[in-house]
């Protein structure tokens, strides 16, 4: 079961993973518009409910990628707007993903305070 398990998420995560592949390969988009799009499509997935069902499959194969804050994203505002009407549209967001946020800030001022800076040349 377990097996199982780990092999949803591990396809369903990689094949998420080799769209981002082939679109840095075969685009000329860059990185940060390609991560872009990936949250922007989490977001638009789940609002048409399509991502949920994704997530109840795979599990950490599809809420751990991009699309997967995405999802968690639109997941908070929908919340929020059922909880304080349109003052959720504003709150929602950032208050379902503040731990990830939180921890992102603390790894990457973790980071540069270990190592040092290096000129690109």
């Known amino acids: 079961m377990i097996l199982w398990?780990?092999?949803?998420?591990?396809?369903?995560?990689?094949?998420?993973?080799?769209?981002?592949?082939?679109l840095i390969d075969y685009t000329k988009l860059t990185p940060a518009r390609i991560l872009t799009s990936f949250v922007v499509t989490g977001v638009i997935l789940s609002a048409l409910g399509i991502y949920k069902p994704l997530?109840?499959?795979?599990?950490?194969?599809?809420?751990?990628?991009?699309?997967?804050f995405g999802n968690l994203l639109a997941e908070g505002v929908r919340k929020a707007i059922d909880k304080d009407g349109f003052l959720g549209v504003f709150t929602g967001g950032m208050t379902s993903a503040s731990a990830g946020i939180t921890v992102a800030?603390?790894?990457?001022?973790?980071?540069?305070?270990?190592?040092?800076?290096?000129?690109?040349s």
């Open 105 to 120: 800030l603390l790894a990457g001022l973790s980071a540069s305070a270990v190592f040092r800076q290096r000129d690109k």
């Open 5 to 22: 398990t780990l092999l949803k998420a591990f396809l369903v995560g990689g094949i998420i993973c080799a769209i981002g592949q082939l």
């Open 55 to 68: 997530v109840d499959f795979a599990g950490a194969g599809a809420s751990v990628p991009l699309m997967g």
